[in-house]
DNA sequence: CGTAGAGTTGACTTTTGTCAAAATCCGTGG
DNA sequence: CCACGGATTTTGACAAAAGTCAACTCTACG
């Protein structure tokens, strides 16, 4: 991870657009910038609270581990989103970790600046908890979903969502580089079976592959996978 | 529900706890206090967000829907506790409902007045947002096990932290009225599932049963089946 | 070119869910 | 007090879904 000079223009991320103008110097004073690599960890799963994130550029994975080889992709996040607000609460370490799953940009705001200006940003603080709310519900329908829906229909709900928050590049590929086995992480299932139910997908024209790029062919065949 | 007179006693519950002494005339002015019949819901899935809710006495399930007769509970909250926050945020339906497992009180909040009070309880928002981190926290960590820990292990996992939250009655027995159904949405199963596993758990001397009550004998074996 | 990592496939096992049928419990009304 | 009906509990047989393991192939990339 490497400092670097480049960072928020104060108005795309989730802080500078919610905190009020009179503190946005204090911010641009107190907040590091860093370039991170792909691959590379934001931060780690049970380590100490240092700070929070925002996205400036990128794309990361926020994972939950479970065994040396197996873990739960909890959220896949990209440019303006908040990353390490997990670690706010009682608790002082992180509850997941942030993996950049290509090259981006961060602002770094430690700890304690960020206390304080939840302090005297009441209206920053109440879009925050708005969030947390929204996560929160967020969280317990995809645990819904984990506990009564099929493998395909995660699957198909994954992509949809994918497809939604990232978007399509040029040529109709969801706008994203997501390993097959990170597909699985996120849909809480193994890499085999990932790939089963993808070629079935294919066969039955939902989808479309080229490499590791997914294509939604039929979105609404998909849907009927899926629940709501 | 019944509409009656007795209430909070201003002390025990997540607001009164937390607002200013000043805004507490004003909560007691606008709070409205029901009596809750076992089985009755307090509000369902779907519907308009009319306010929030806080326990004075008796014991709530969460619970969000799947099929007619599948569900999941994201949880069990006793008194003291904030019931319908889930409300919150840009959607204005409740992502779940709230039934009650025995008779209880609850005061209720209009989400008007709800609103009001955050914007002059500062300490109470930023509580109220703490408490959202820790709720997010948590639920991503029963998703990691939903979707990585098999069912032993969830449901050794419920029973200890049944017994954290709700504590054991002067016998020994969870203090709790859960039917083995709603102990099965619980952990994200089937009842026949629940009833072999439990069997097991009381071969192998974790727990005893009698109707159903459920009394832990050795917690530290229940452990091993689950992870942290 | 060789090697590491990712993709592909098949055979097999295990876990969990489903269905159906008995057995048992429990409150109500006769 | 007892019979009844309904709900819950208990059990077994079976099916389906998903995970595991192992091997083989393909590429990207040094």
Redesign the pocket.
Same mark, same amino acid.
């Given at each position: 991870m490497k400092r670097n000079k480049q960072g928020c223009d104060l108005k795309s991320c989730f802080l500078c657009r919610l905190c009020s103008k009179e503190w946005l110097p204090a911010v641009d004073a107190h907040r590091q910038s860093f370039h991170v690599n792909k691959g590379e960890l934001l931060f780690t799963e049970g380590t100490e609270v240092t700070g929070i994130y925002f996205i400036y550029k990128g794309t990361f994975k926020v994972h939950k581990k479970w065994t040396e080889d197996k873990e739960l992709i909890v959220r896949l996040a990209r440019s303006g989103a908040i990353l390490g607000h997990r670690g706010l609460g009682n608790d002082v370490f992180y509850p997941v970790s942030a993996t950049a799953l290509e090259p981006g940009e961060v602002c770094f705001i430690d700890i304690g600046f960020f206390q304080s200006t939840l302090k005297v940003n009441p209206q920053f603080l109440y879009e925050l908890m708005m969030f947390f709310a929204g996560e929160l519900k967020e969280s317990e329908k995809k645990m819904r979903n984990l506990a009564h829906m099929?493998?395909?229909g995660r699957i198909a709900q994954a992509l949809l969502s994918i497809q939604s928050t990232f978007g399509t590049s040029p040529d109709g590929f969801l706008d994203i580089n997501l390993? =097959?086995?990170d597909l699985a992480s996120y849909t $809480?299932? @193994?890499?085999? @079976?990932v790939? =089963?139910l993808m070629?079935e997908l294919v066969q039955e024209g939902s989808i479309a592959l080229s $490499? =590791?790029n997914i294509y939604i062919t039929d979105a609404d065949k998909l849907l009927t996978y899926t629940v709501q």
């Open positions: 099929p493998v395909k390993s =097959r086995q $809480g299932t @193994t890499y085999e @079976t790939f =089963r070629n $490499g =590791r």
